[in-house]
């Protein structure tokens, strides 16, 4: 059972078992079955407690809609993944999750999914702090001289970590797809907002 969170949003409980039987072995999974249930459980928990969700579109007290509501209304740092038997159709253009999966699901395509999920989600925790470290090496280098620059520990700190990212960046860099470079972008443009 690994670290990384994952919840199971579907009605259908033997769906939900398979699902677990999945991911369990790779990821620490949690499972219910209503929309009001996902609400509670997300709205207390705490903004990290669950890195992807694999959320049904039609659940039996309401649409799987409601809870990605919840998800960007709430800041919530997340990816979701909808896992559903609904074709898509031009709706989905307005839905705010990060990839649609069309049920009946294969051991092989969830797993993939959720790495996808994981991906796109420590990218955009890396740009993160890419842009916020930039930013401070930028000030700094506007504000103080080279040699002030050149003998400070903390600002060849800086520096390293600069390096270290760039490192990780292509390591992840490597598993992302066209798609997952669209969401990423995307995202950014909501946070700029």
């Known amino acids: 059972m690994?670290?990384?969170r994952v919840l199971v949003v579907e009605d259908d409980e033997s769906i939900a078992g398979l699902y677990e039987?999945?991911?369990?072995?790779?990821y620490t999974i949690e499972t219910v079955h209503t929309a009001a249930d996902a609400i509670e459980l997300l709205q207390r928990a705490d903004q990290t407690a669950f890195e992807v969700v694999l959320l049904d579109?039609?659940?039996p007290d309401g649409p799987g809609s409601d809870v990605l509501e919840v998800i960007?209304?709430?800041?919530l740092d997340c990816r979701v993944g909808?896992?559903?038997?609904?074709?898509?159709?031009f709706d989905i253009v307005d839905m705010g999750?990060?990839?649609y999966i069309v049920k009946p699901v294969t051991r092989s395509d969830l797993r993939q999914a959720?790495?996808?999920l994981f991906v796109r989600s420590e990218y955009d925790?890396?740009?993160q702090e890419a842009t916020a470290l930039a930013s401070k090496r930028a000030l700094l280098e506007s504000e103080k001289s080279s040699s002030e620059l050149a003998e400070s520990e903390d600002y060849t700190d800086l520096l390293d970590r600069i390096d270290d990212l760039d490192e990780e960046f292509i390591e992840v860099a490597e598993n992302l797809t066209s798609e997952d470079y669209r969401v990423v972008f995307r995202d950014l443009g909501r946070s700029a907002e």
């Open 57 to 59: 579109r039609r659940l």
């Open 114 to 116: 959720v790495e996808k």
């Open 72 to 75: 960007n209304n709430n800041e």
């Open 82 to 89: 909808m896992v559903t038997g609904v074709e898509p159709d």
């Open 125 to 127: 925790g890396l740009l």
């Open 2 to 4: 690994g670290d990384r």
């Open 21 to 26: 039987q999945f991911l369990a072995d790779l």
């Open 97 to 99: 999750f990060d990839l």
